[in-house]
């Protein structure tokens, strides 16, 4: 008699990895209670992958309650709208120095991962449901292709992945779980921004994260109301550096931070042509990464490899030269201030559609194990919150192993959106002096 589907996962583990993100804990306590209710055992590692990378059977065992938690139906009430992640979370890189196919056979490159698996079979792990970013499904693909290379006796533990980030740049899924509540936090702050600009006759530059992506900045300047928004798919035309040929093969295209700067002065006098003495200005993280070499050397980096773009503080870079461009263009002074968004929004209390969204993520990915029968796919949603699963191989590069970031099309109606509601630059002689006195 076949047994029935699913049959095999008795005990379920789930790590969350990576950056905060609201709805956190309905994806963690949808994917837990579907296994309780179904009779079978749910546990929850603290701190992503911390522990488990460093497991030893006798020299670093993980203990109940210090290192993970078995999960019961008294733990898993009413969290579902709470902020924070009930489990923690941690950046920790278990694949660190993985960087092609051929090295998840080499012992020393594979040594934390090999932990990570041994702790998972020595605890009667059956699946894991991984939650994080691009560089968590990098993880959960690089535990899903080592166990191919195991002989065919060892135990296997399925891999499912839930995406996770608030910076929305994921590929395979509509909107990741956290990016609606990010965005709405963060757009709320801008209005408040916006609101002392008018009464000061200011400017605020304005930082959002989002790492390589410009959707949340996006997102945010068009609910906030920003008068311009730039991210790094708008790196074209007078604001790309031509970029230099190296053995035949032009470089990485750079940021012309002088174009961006005199970009935002010429938005603050097309403004004030109009009688409009303030506003603000919505810029990407991602942004400070196509700076020249030499204005992020010596940043430090996470153990991905990203670099710290919080130290940079592009805001208050561009503010200070925006304010001097200014100076020197109209003979006249112009308070500019310049500040980062983004922490704050992190585990603000989840909007209802990341409710919505993360738990069906959570039960997609127990579908996933019992009813699917899957390993080594990532759990998604399109439509009408209609469940699918997305084999890792379709969104990581099977010769580089890494995942490919999803930036806005320049173009698509998104894209076109922002443009349509910020303030043209091109239009200064078109208005009428009762346009100008508009507030």
Known sequence: MTPPLGDHVKRVA????????????????????????????AIGFFHGYSNLQHYHPITHRLIPDEHYRIFTERDLRGIRNTRGIMIGT?????????????????????????????????????????????????????????????PPEAPRVRVVHVPKTIDNDYRGIDFTFGFFTAVDVMAKELQNLRADAMATGSYFIVETMGRKAGWLSYGVAIAGEANLVLAVEDVEGTLAITPTVVDGKPSEPRLSI?????????????????????????????????????????????????????????????????????????????????????????????HAFDVMLGSQLGIGAYRALVEENLDGHMVSVSGQLDLNYVPFNDIVN????????????????????????ETRTDKIGEWTPAQRREP
């Open 14 to 41: 789930i790590i969350f990895s990576g950056g905060p993100a609201p709805a956190a804990n309905a994806v963690i306590s949808a994917a837990a209670s579907s296994f309780i209710e179904d009779g079978r055992e």
């Open 90 to 150: 941690a950046r920790t890189n278990p694949g660190k120095g993985i960087d092609r196919p051929e090295h998840l056979g080499d012992p020393t490159r594979t040594e934390m991962l090999r932990n990570v698996y041994s702790a998972l079979v020595d605890l009667g792990v059956d699946a894991l449901i991984s939650i994080g970013g691009d560089d968590t499904l990098k993880t959960a693909n690089f535990l899903y292709e080592y166990q191919k290379r195991l």
């Open 258 to 350: 002088e174009a961006l700067v005199d970009r935002i002065v010429d938005l603050i006098i097309t403004r004030e042509h109009r009688g409009k003495h303030y506003g603000t200005v919505v810029l990407a993280e991602g942004l400070a990464e196509m700076l020249p070499t030499d204005a992020i050397e010596g940043l430090p980096r996470d153990d991905h490899g990203h670099l710290s773009l919080g130290r940079l503080d592009l805001g208050k870079l561009v503010a200070e030269m925006v304010a001097k461009r200014y100076a020197k263009r109209t003979d006249k002074k112009k308070k500019v201030t310049g500040l980062q968004l983004g922490y704050e929004s992190r585990c603000a209390p989840p």
């Open 398 to 421: 099977p010769l580089t192993l890494v995942t490919e970031v999803r930036l806005i099309r320049r173009g698509s109606d998104y894209h076109r959106l922002a443009r349509f509601l």
